[in-house]
């Protein structure tokens, strides 16, 4: 016992030295972006791609339900022994519980966290996200209004309802293919999953999220067909080693503006366009108005329909798991929390003005 006990203190020690190590790490992004995003993590995107990409359901969801398990019981049985006054047996217990917590948080930077740590994609991709004027960002927004309107009278969305899993092969062959911004992503694993329960992930209000500890890219196939393709090709880019919510968003809209199916380029254009609208209106009320009468029938048809879909699942636990995420946002170099999300349209604008040969 007394061995297994030293043991427990040595493993304890040397986690808080590695968190340190990091800590100081993080201040340095651009030794990030070069010996990390673009050394270190190309190469290790490997390891989880054969132990986990080719496994046909979430081993993602199941590593989640083991450690929350395991952390469950090693707290009960540390209470219990406090409780009784083991006084040895609850402090290797406790001991052991930290040491599973600290070893999570420092293999969730080092499997992919250190990520939020690289250099933004605006400094990549050379584009000018600091001196936006509001004519170019109504401009942009009249385009993206029109492009949207138009796309939808080209397609059908009651025709994905079913396809949803297509969407997900297509997109993933359709991103190893893509060779926009390949400089600064990795394309050691492309690959997309649904969670073990759809369902169940729409109580917590997710539409699609990334395990960084198996790195399966995972997308909810309960909601609407109009948000899969978005959210599909966001969760690769984060499984490319792009941190950022805003940045992810971002490649989801180069990406599917470019392709050659109707249905997937309505996606970007609907989830950009309605970033877009929501930035306006916290600016400019009266603006917003205009701009969301603007959109078609049908196009405001979909946007209904996606929030009657997320109203039926709304309540405490969406509210927590929002709190608890806007936290974690904040803790990992995203001051904004969940607001980060829609800080996509100065990318968005940028690249747009970039695009245009704009000044």
Same mark, same amino acid.
């Given at each position: ?5 030293r ?14 190590i990091?800590n100081?790490?993080?201040?340095? *992004? ?8 673009r ?13 986990f990409?080719?496994?046909? !359901? ?7 339900? &083991?450690?929350v398990?395991?952390? %469950?019981?090693?707290?009960?049985? *540390? %209470? ?16 052991? $519980? ?6 999570? /948080? ?12 690289r ?5 990549n ?10 004519a ?6 009249n ?9 939808r ?9 079913d ?26 694993? &492309?690959?997309?999953? *649904?969670? %073990?329960?759809s ?14 500890? $198996?790195h ?7 909601m ?5 393709? !978005?959210?599909?090709?966001h969760e690769l ?6 941190g ?5 968003? !971002? ?11 109707a249905f /997937? ?7 950009? $366009?309605l ?16 701009y969301k ?15 009657l879909f ?8 969406? *509210?927590?798991?929002?709190?608890f /995420? ?16 829609d800080?996509m $349209?100065r990318?968005v ?9 704009c000044?």
């Amino acid at each position: 016992m007394e061995k297994q006990r030293r043991i427990a203190v040595f493993i304890f020690f040397f986690l808080l030295i590695g968190i340190f190590i990091l800590n100081a790490v993080e201040k340095n *992004s651009e030794w990030i972006e070069r010996s990390y995003a673009r050394g270190f993590y190309r190469f290790y995107g490997y390891v989880p791609k054969v132990l986990f990409g080719y496994i046909p !359901f979430s081993v993602g969801d199941l590593f989640y339900c &083991v450690i929350v398990l395991l952390l %469950l019981y090693l707290v009960t049985r *540390s %209470l219990r022994n406090l409780w009784k006054k083991r006084w040895t047996a609850a402090f290797r217990l406790i001991l052991c $519980t930290l040491n599973v917590l600290l070893g999570l /948080y420092l293999f969730f930077y080092l499997s992919w966290g250190l990520n939020y740590y690289r250099k933004p994609i605006s400094a990549n991709a050379e584009l000018q996200v600091d001196s936006l004027r509001l004519a170019d960002y109504l401009m942009v927004l009249n385009a993206y209004v029109d492009s949207t309107n138009t796309l939808r009278r080209e397609i059908d969305p009651a025709q994905w309802v079913d396809k949803k899993e297509r969407i997900q092969m297509e997109l993933v062959d359709y991103v190893k293919r893509d060779t926009t911004f390949t400089s600064f992503l990795s394309r050691s694993q &492309v690959n997309a999953k *649904s969670p %073990l329960s759809s369902w169940l992930v729409s109580y917590f209000g997710v539409s699609g999220y990334f395990n960084p500890f $198996t790195h399966d890219a995972q997308i909810n196939i309960a909601m609407p067909a109009t948000s899969v393709p !978005f959210t599909c090709v966001h969760e690769l880019a984060h499984q490319q080693g792009i941190g950022f919510e805003d940045e992810a968003n !971002f490649m989801a809209f180069v990406r599917l503006r470019q392709h050659p199916e109707a249905f /997937y380029r309505y996606s970007a254009y609907l989830q950009t $366009t309605l970033y877009m609208l929501r930035e306006l209106g916290g600016m400019y009320p009266g603006l917003w108005k205009d701009y969301k009468h603007s959109l078609s029938v049908r196009v405001q048809k979909d946007i209904e329909e996606e929030r009657l879909f997320w109203r039926q699942y709304t309540g405490w636990v969406d *509210s927590v798991t929002g709190m608890f /995420y806007n936290q974690y946002l904040k803790h990992n170099n995203q001051e904004e929390g969940i607001a980060r999300y829609d800080r996509m $349209t100065r990318l968005v604008l940028a690249y747009e003005l970039k695009r245009r040969g704009c000044n």
